[in-house]
């Protein structure tokens, strides 16, 4: 199985537990691995046989310009379903991290990874 990657894709969003940060938008960063058979669309140089990380990258920052949740779980939870029902992803690796959100530390955030891996 093959990897598309979208790495520190930045997103713009309405997330938290508390009152005030259901007031603002906050920076996420998404690091996505995507499984995917890319063998036809290096064959024949074709970006339809692929999955097409600029087209996926816009949705998600589409997503995040619609949708409020107050965890970062639930941010990842539905990010993932998008991924498998819109773009047919059959595994996703996805890394959700807030960054300042713990003053001491870099970064926090969560990593789930849903759907069969094949190959
Ligand atoms: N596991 C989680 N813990 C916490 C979350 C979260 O989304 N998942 N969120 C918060 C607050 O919103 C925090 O980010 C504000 O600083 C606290 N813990």
Known sequence: MDTVLIEG?????????YKWEQQIHQRLLLDLELGCDIARAARDDDLSATLDYAAISARLQKFCNEHRFELVETFAERMAELLQQAFGVTWVRLTLRKPGAVVDAAFVGIRIERGQREG
């Open 9 to 17: 894709l930045a997103l713009e969003a309405v997330i938290g537990v």
